[in-house]
T-cell receptor, first 112, second 115 residues
Framework: QKEVEQDPGPLSVPEGAIVSLNCTYS??????FMWYRQYSRKGPELLMY????GNKEDGRFTAQVDKSSKYISLFIRDSQPSDSATYLC????????????FGKGTSLLVTP | EAGVAQSPRYKIIEKRQSVAFWCNPI?????LYWYQQILGQGPKLLIQ????????DSQLPKDRFSAERLKGVDSTLKIQPAKLEDSAVYLC?????????????FGPGTRLLVL
């Protein structure tokens, strides 16, 4: 079983839609949860970082973590064509030296 | 603040040839990572350095891959000899650990095609 499972999509939504991206993980030892955005032919860039269960909001983005279910989500409100990218969830723990364990990434296309 | 620099951006080689990638991390970042990202997959850790020492190289195919970080700054990753399955994007990331948290910053990657 992979450490992090993520549906690769692709996901296509119209501009203005609410997008929901999800991941599950298997090892409860991981303490930190991130979402990275990766545009085509670019390196991943950090979008959201959280370490506790609950919601964390940053502008149009909300990260949600449920440690009891080992489930993490990213919600994008009022999606824009510029949000079209691959979204990677990642988990991190002190026991693994803070190296990131990534999901496969979900490809998102927001159409005008 | 300058980001993580990587070169070359693209490389095409034939199988059994050798290739080297270079990474210059963000100034002051003690930790450096090399990840391999195969098309359609998330990045996978190859090796982690803390200053110039190796923290984790358990997923590095040591029969063909090697990496070094001399003087605890720049790093090189080498593949010799390359195989077709090494075609991927090689990402370098650096981080600064503050307290119990750590944020990794990625470079643009080197895209390798092995023919």
């Amino acid at each position: 079983q992979k450490e992090v499972e993520q549906d690769p999509g692709p996901l296509s939504v119209p501009e203005g839609a609410i997008v929901s991206l999800n991941c599950t993980y298997s090892n409860s030892a991981f303490q930190y949860f991130m979402w990275y955005r990766q545009y085509s032919r670019k390196g991943p860039e950090l979008l959201m970082y959280t370490y506790s269960s609950g919601n964390k909001e940053d502008g149009r983005f909300t990260a949600q973590v449920d440690k009891s279910s080992k489930y993490i989500s990213l919600f994008i409100r009022d999606s824009q064509p510029s949000d079209s990218a691959t979204y990677l969830c990642a988990i991190q723990g002190r026991n693994s030296g803070y190296a990131l364990n990534f999901g496969k990434g979900t490809s998102l296309l927001v159409t005008p | 603040e300058a980001g993580v620099a990587q070169s070359p951006r693209y490389k095409i080689i034939e199988k059994r040839q050798s290739v080297a990638f270079w990474c210059n991390p963000i100034s002051g970042h003690a930790t450096l990572y090399w990840y391999q990202q195969i098309l359609g997959q998330g990045p996978k850790l190859l090796i982690q350095f803390q200053n110039n020492g190796v923290v984790d190289d358990s997923q590095l195919p040591k029969d063909r891959f090697s990496a070094e970080r001399l003087k605890g700054v720049d790093s090189t990753l080498k593949i010799q000899p390359a195989k077709l399955e090494d075609s991927a994007v090689y990402l370098c990331a650096s981080s600064l650990r503050t307290g119990s948290s750590e944020t990794q910053y990625f470079g643009p990657g080197t895209r390798l095609l092995v023919l």
